[in-house]
């Protein structure tokens, strides 16, 4: 496959209602000459409860950073989701639960999402939560946790929700830096066919930090777990049948804080990525609506875990703002076995599919009568996300899953960002199989080389924003300072990404991966430093080098390097407690695919890793180690050839 082969979809039997080529290049004029206006108009798909006078108020002047949208608007982000519905809408499905069994089910109407709201909400309430507390979310996958986000919505409290394969340690140190002082979390979650003790994890947690004064429990198996009293409350056991089932909402300023999103950095500490009410809700409906060509009754899956900003953007707050029917998904793709995802398309007649790379990868390796068995028929758009996908998986998605006859929408975006930028319209763009395609109307990306020198036509280098959109991250909560020196410092004036990009003859953009120390497992966000920093906390690792690899399903590996205490013996013993470790530090998704035991790592005279040649080793790119005179000690390199070989 060459990357010049075009697939015209727009002409196919999935043509969009919404936009095709002449209205997309239309709107991409209009909010070039006229964004304010463009901005203003989008806004408008919102109930404000206050309306704005000013549409923006922007500088990415690194000396005077700001980032204001709909500044002096109020609108309330839960009634946007839910309330201002209920007239058409009451009876209608807001969520489809899918749960781990495949017999188990329900859908909740858009009445019931908002009466378990407001329930949730007047606990909250009740135990003294107020506008702009920190509550964090430790959920599995029930309807609840949308609940749990959208109540903390409505009476103005932050949600950070920590994904539910976090650690103890990794959600304790998430309560401590937001400084949380409830947290919401069910007894136990399940998948795949087995249980997550979370409550016990949250315990375990609420023993390293202070301040937590509520933890409402949702009763998910009814296990048996251990309560503290006057914190700890049931939530259908005690709390829910004790309040009422409405609430009024608070009346948020635009720029009032919704929530905090906890994602990796190139330092070993995770940043609390904060987006705030008005900007963010504008730009997820608009999206959701422009980038899935949304129609009202259809049914809309997004199998990401709300745990991260996919699923904060994709599962609940663009779909319920635009009165979408979302499916929500307990379980993994290959339990009870790698159907699964198609036959849960069949049984609840599923329109648009979004997923990961990664899952495809891990689907298209199982016999494709897992596939061919169903008949996906509903199925109308298909779309992913997390990380480049190569051409021969997205033939196989469209091919296979969608029959030829459904575009894929390759959506390129960051939990910085909110919600999309760069991606086809379906009905509007030609679709290229590994390319996310072009910015949407309002987006404005820019490629620069090393020295900051914007490339024009086809071009390859580092990705950059030179504008703002209403659903960019406003701070890193707590550390504004960060916020600046990580995206405003690089190329002054400008938002920088992390990516690389390439863009070819036609404009289209070609997203090559991270060009900092941040590595893309499984579509998990994952700092190598982080792993590191877990790695030599345990007493017998002396130091520790962390590094992507190629992996045929994971997209990237997980490659640790690890030099040992003086009289430590490197044994599989020792690998397993080191691997056990790390996840115990930081959750199963952070262990190493490779470790690798070296007496010792490249450095140069000033004692600085030269991680380039340990991402060449790992990669098994012996031959292209560059210049390797400037190490201490050059004889290292051969010794960790040698052990690369070795695995
Ligand atoms: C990083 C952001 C976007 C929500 C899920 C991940 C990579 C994301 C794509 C894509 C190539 C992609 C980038 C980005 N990425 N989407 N369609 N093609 N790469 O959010 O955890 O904040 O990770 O994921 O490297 O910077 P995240």
């Known amino acids: 496959m060459t990357e010049s082969q075009?697939?015209?979809?727009?002409?196919?039997?999935a043509k969009s209602t919404l936009t095709d080529a002449q209205k997309a290049a239309e709107m991409r004029a209009i909010a070039k000459e006229d964004p304010e206006g463009f901005w203003s108009g989008i806004a408008q798909r919102l109930d404000w409860s206050k309306p704005f006078s000013q549409v923006k108020d922007v500088s990415f002047d690194a000396d005077n950073l700001r980032i204001n949208w709909f500044q002096d608007g109020e609108l309330n982000a839960c009634v946007n989701?839910?309330?201002?519905?209920?007239?058409?809408?009451?009876?209608?499905?807001?969520?489809?639960?899918?749960?781990?069994?495949?017999?188990?089910?329900?859908?909740?109407?858009?009445?019931?999402?908002?009466e378990e709201t407001c329930r949730m909400a007047n606990v909250l309430k009740a135990r003294g939560?107020?506008?702009?507390?920190?509550?964090?979310?430790?959920?599995?996958?029930?309807?609840?946790?949308?609940?749990?986000?959208?109540?903390?919505?409505?009476?103005?409290?932050?949600?950070?929700?920590?994904?539910?394969?976090?650690?103890?340690?990794?959600?304790?140190?998430?309560i401590e830096d937001c400084g949380a002082t409830a947290v919401i979390t069910a007894d136990e979650g399940v998948r795949g066919g087995k249980t997550v003790p979370l409550k016990t994890n949250v315990d375990k947690a609420l023993g390293k930090?202070?301040?937590?004064?509520?933890?409402?429990?949702?009763?998910?198996?009814?296990?048996?777990?251990?309560?503290q009293a006057g914190r700890d409350l049931f939530w259908f056991g005690e709390a829910r049948n004790d309040v009422s089932p409405e609430c009024p909402a608070e009346p948020m300023n635009a720029e009032d804080t919704l929530f905090i999103l906890y994602t990796s950095g190139s330092t070993g500490k995770?940043?609390?990525?904060?987006?705030?009410?008005?900007?963010?809700?504008?730009?997820?409906?608009?999206?959701?609506?422009?980038?899935?060509?949304?129609?009202?009754?259809?049914?809309?899956?997004?199998?990401?875990?709300?745990?991260?900003?996919?699923?904060?953007?994709?599962?609940?707050?663009?779909?319920?703002?635009?009165?979408?029917?979302?499916?929500?998904?307990?379980?993994?793709?290959?339990?009870?076995?790698?159907?699964?995802?198609?036959?849960?398309?069949?049984?609840?007649?599923?329109?648009?599919?979004?997923?990961?790379?990664?899952?495809?990868?891990?689907?298209m390796r199982e016999r494709d009568e897992h596939v061919t068995a169903t008949t996906r028929a509903s199925l109308r758009l298909l779309g992913t996300v997390g990380e480049p996908i190569n051409p021969e998986?997205?033939?196989?998605?469209?091919?296979?899953?969608?029959?030829?006859?459904?575009?894929?929408?390759?959506?390129?975006?960051?939990?910085?960002?909110?919600?999309?930028?760069?991606?086809?319209?379906?009905?509007?763009?030609?679709?290229?199989?590994?390319?996310a395609t072009l910015p949407l109307p309002g987006v404005f990306p820019a490629i620069v080389d090393a020295n900051g020198k914007t490339l024009e036509g086809a071009c390859e280098g580092n990705l950059i924003l030179t504008g703002s959109w209403p659903g960019q991250m406003r701070t890193v909560y707590g550390d504004h300072q960060r916020f600046i020196d990580t995206y405003f410092k690089t190329y002054p004036g400008s938002y920088f990404t992390g990516d690389g990009a390439r863009r070819d003859e036609d404009g289209y953009y070609w997203?090559?991966?991270?060009?900092?120390?941040?590595?893309?497992?499984?579509?998990?966000?994952?700092?190598?430093?982080?792993?590191?920093?877990?790695?030599?906390?345990?007493?017998?690792?002396?130091e520790a080098a962390v590094v992507g690899y190629p992996h045929d399903i994971k997209g990237q590996g997980i490659y640790?390097?690890?030099?040992?205490?003086?009289?430590?013996?490197?044994?599989?013993?020792?690998?397993?407690?080191?691997?056990?470790?790390?996840?115990?530090?930081?959750?199963?998704?952070?262990?190493?695919?490779?470790?690798?035991?070296?007496?010792?790592?490249?450095k140069t005279r000033s004692g600085k890793i030269m991680r380039r040649i340990l991402r060449k080793i790992a990669e098994n790119e012996f031959s292209s180690l560059g210049d390797t005179s400037t190490l201490a000690d050059p004889g290292v390199v051969d010794t960790l050839i040698e052990g690369r070989k070795n695995r």
């Open 6 to 13: 075009v697939i015209k979809v727009s002409e196919a039997a």
């Open 81 to 114: 989701c839910l309330d201002r519905h209920l007239p058409e809408r009451a009876d209608d499905i807001a969520i489809i639960w899918e749960g781990d069994e495949p017999d188990d089910d329900k859908k909740i109407t858009y009445a019931e999402a908002l």
């Open 129 to 174: 939560v107020k506008k702009g507390d920190r509550v964090v979310i430790y959920m599995p996958m029930i309807p609840e946790a949308a609940y749990a986000m959208l109540a903390c919505a409505r009476i103005g409290a932050v949600h950070s929700v920590v994904f539910g394969g976090f650690s103890p340690d990794a959600l304790a140190s998430r």
């Open 209 to 227: 930090t202070n301040g937590v004064r509520l933890v409402l429990t949702v009763e998910r198996t009814g296990a048996n777990v251990s309560m």
């Open 270 to 363: 995770p940043k609390g990525v904060l987006h705030t009410t008005g900007g963010y809700l504008t730009y997820v409906a608009y999206t959701h609506e422009m980038v899935f060509d949304y129609k009202p009754g259809e049914i809309y899956w997004c199998t990401a875990d709300v745990g991260w900003v996919t699923g904060h953007s994709y599962i609940v707050y663009g779909p319920l703002a635009n009165g979408a029917t979302t499916l929500m998904f307990e379980g993994v793709p290959t339990y009870p076995d790698a159907s699964r995802f198609w036959k849960v398309i069949d049984k609840h007649k599923v329109n648009i599919f979004y997923t990961a790379p990664t899952a495809i990868r891990a689907l």
């Open 393 to 435: 998986a997205w033939l196989w998605y469209y091919n296979v899953v969608g029959d030829a006859r459904c575009p894929i929408v390759d959506t390129w975006w960051q939990t910085e960002t909110g919600g999309v930028l760069i991606s086809p319209l379906p009905g509007a763009t030609d679709l290229k199989p590994g390319s």
């Open 511 to 542: 997203i090559t991966g991270r060009v900092d120390d941040v590595i893309n497992v499984s579509g998990h966000r994952m700092g190598t430093a982080e792993v590191e920093s877990a790695l030599v906390s345990h007493p017998k690792v002396a």
């Open 560 to 602: 640790a390097y690890v030099t040992l205490m003086e009289g430590e013996e490197a044994d599989a013993g020792l690998e397993k407690e080191l691997s056990d470790h790390v996840r115990s530090e930081i959750g199963p998704i952070a262990k190493p695919d490779l470790l690798h035991f070296t007496p010792a790592l490249p």
